[in-house]
């Protein structure tokens, strides 16, 4: 039997990517201040401005998992991800996230959730990141991440870290590229937070309203 929540889940991301394909780019009330549970986002690395991206093809070493890598395209519908509470837990749409709360991020088109692993990445040898979980986005507990902010909560001009809680490896950019992958680099699970590579920020989205659960997209002005 479908639940009513999960009839709801699959209209709202239906929509999303209806929205996405139509280029649907109108501004947000500045309201809309924070990063909330059931947004759905873009983020971008701040020192390669590259965003986070991921498609259905499969490492061909490692875990064989779906790959992830960052991309040139600012307009490519392979790099929203949604934000969710950590494994095993619920989450309330709209809820801001706080500094040092632990989250999934499932990657939209595919419904596999970002995760991380002891495994060699294949160009640098570093950490493996791919994406995970079965068609009702659910994987396991290496697809949690906390997030790492300075302010009490996670808001969209914030520069973030996002650290894996499995391996406290944080989420980061080699700064290789794949030859096979016109535009894209390796991304990776780095042990130092010393460098800009491991910086994160949203950008493009559909951030959902804290009151009143409004979807409203957001296209993000970059420096």
């Known amino acids: 039997m479908i639940l009513r929540s999960e009839i ?3 209209f709202f991301q239906i929509l999303l990517i209806s929205l996405f394909s139509l280029g649907f780019t109108a501004e947000i009330p500045k309201g809309t201040k924070y990063v909330t549970y059931g947004s759905v986002l873009k983020l971008m690395n701040v020192d390669f401005n590259l965003r986070l991206h991921s498609h259905d093809i499969r490492y061909g070493s490692g875990s064989g998992q779906q790959s992830v890598t960052g991309i040139e395209v600012k307009e490519d519908g ?3 991800w ?3 509470a950590e494994y095993g837990k619920q989450y309330t749409r709209g809820k801001p996230i706080k500094c040092g709360d ?3 991020l499932e990657h939209v088109a595919t419904k596999k959730n970002l995760h991380s692993h002891l495994v060699n990445s294949p160009l640098s040898g570093k950490q493996e990141i791919s994406a995970y979980g079965n ?5 396991d507990s290496g697809d949690n991440w906390q997030i790492l902010c300075q302010t009490d909560f996670w808001e969209r001009n914030d520069v973030v870290m996002l650290k894996h809680v499995d391996t406290n490896a944080y989420l980061s950019i080699s700064g290789r590229s794949y030859t096979h992958l016109v535009g894209q680099m390796e991304v ?3 042990y ?3 460098s800009r590579h491991v910086e994160w920020k949203t950008m493009e989205g559909l951030f959902v309203h804290p009151a009143d659960f409004k979807a409203h997209h957001y296209e993000h002005t970059e420096l």
């Open 8 to 10: 709801v889940s699959l």
């Open 78 to 80: 392979n790099s929203y």
């Open 82 to 84: 949604l934000v969710k």
């Open 102 to 104: 632990i989250i999934r």
């Open 135 to 139: 068609y009702k986005g659910e994987g």
């Open 188 to 190: 990776i699970g780095d």
């Open 192 to 194: 130092s937070s010393d």
